[in-house]
């Protein structure tokens, strides 16, 4: 049975339009302007008991806007979303002890207290069991390397420590399903990995689900195996990692190397050099031409080696998102 089902899901905002000039101003003040903005625009997806599933797209695709009406901080305009077996809008205490929400550019422990006193107000909230909070903070201290840092105020700490003292405070009262917005933005690249290999290891051992943003395609690669990109509040693509490049990218990179006794051709023709480091060779070249242009390259010269491969991840979905038309009016809360 799936943990999370969207059906329909749609949030429309109305958006005050503000003119320019002092009598378009004074006018406002008495007949204003609206437009509508459908910061989620009927969506449809589910999500089985332990995937752990990226939810990708550009600024203001809509992707904050759906994790906190999952989270039922916001309620939809119509349509309909079930977590585990909850109406998320509802806010039923039962359901609020079943999810976490961590979001990379909200703090939700106190600024001037140590990590260690806004666990045990945690404790509190979510009424878990002493001996069970103990465990959990040991073991999530642990595996995050904190336990020297929760006497220290949160204000003292790094960003990179922060966000792993967010994870515990999210994850100390054992949510079945846990939503990640953006939760290694800011950090160095060492930081990212801390986040990333303690996601992993963690989610295997609990198997709780996870629905995760991040602008970061290292998170979705190192995390993932499905991911859902939306755009201008759309879903544009639902399925695996690695059918994101066959389905988005019409190109494929050819690596040759020639033999160093001969003259070095012009490859122009067979498609768009990205490399060329002479005996060795890299153009791009469109996929259906593949074979023909391998034909040709094996038929008329001498080659040592050759390699065709995916173009990066990283680079297909920036095109893709690059050709996508966000608004510029979405509300300024939904960076995703």
């Not at 992993?200 to 990109?229: G, P």
């Amino acid at each position: 049975m799936s943990e999370i089902i969207v059906q329909n899901l749609a949030k429309t905002y109305q958006v005050y339009q503000k003119k320019e000039g002092l009598m378009a101003a004074a006018r406002g003040l008495f007949k204003r302007e609206y437009r509508e903005v459908h910061a989620v625009d009927g969506i449809d997806f589910s999500i089985e008991k332990g995937e752990l599933v990226a939810f990708l797209g550009p600024n203001g695709a809509g992707k904050t806007t759906t994790l906190k009406l999952l989270s039922g901080l916001i309620y939809p305009t119509h349509g309909s979303a079930s977590v585990l077996g909850h109406t998320p809008w509802l806010r039923e205490n039962a359901y609020r002890r079943r999810f976490a929400l961590v979001m990379g550019q909200k703090n939700q422990l106190w600024w001037d207290l140590p990590a260690q006193e806004s666990f045990r107000l945690h404790k509190e909230i979510y009424a878990v069991e002493s001996d069970e909070f103990d465990k959990r903070l040991a073991s999530l201290t642990a595996l995050l390397n904190t336990e020297k840092l929760l006497g220290q105020p949160v204000r003292e700490l790094s960003l990179g420590e922060r966000m792993r003292m967010e994870l515990i405070a999210a994850l100390l009262h054992g949510p079945e399903v846990l939503l990640l917005d953006e939760p290694t933005i800011g950090l160095d690249v060492v930081a990212q990995r801390t986040i990333q290999e303690f996601l992993k290891q963690y989610q295997q051992e609990q198997q709780f689900t996870v629905l995760l943003t991040s602008h970061y395609m290292k998170d979705v690669a190192a995390l993932c195996k499905r991911v859902i990109i939306i755009a201008q509040g759309k879903i544009l693509y639902d399925g695996s990692l690695s059918g994101i490049v066959d389905r988005f990218s019409r190109h494929k990179l050819v690596t040759v190397q020639f033999s160093d006794t001969q003259d070095m051709p012009v490859l122009e023709r067979f498609g768009q050099v990205m490399r060329s480091e002479p005996p060795r060779i890299q153009i791009q070249v469109e996929r259906t031409e593949v074979p023909k242009v391998l034909s040709t390259l094996l038929d008329q010269y001498v080659l040592e080696d050759v390699t065709v491969e995916d173009r990066p991840l990283e680079e297909v979905i920036a095109e893709m998102f690059a050709t996508v038309t966000t608004d510029p009016h979405r509300p300024e809360d939904d960076t995703g």
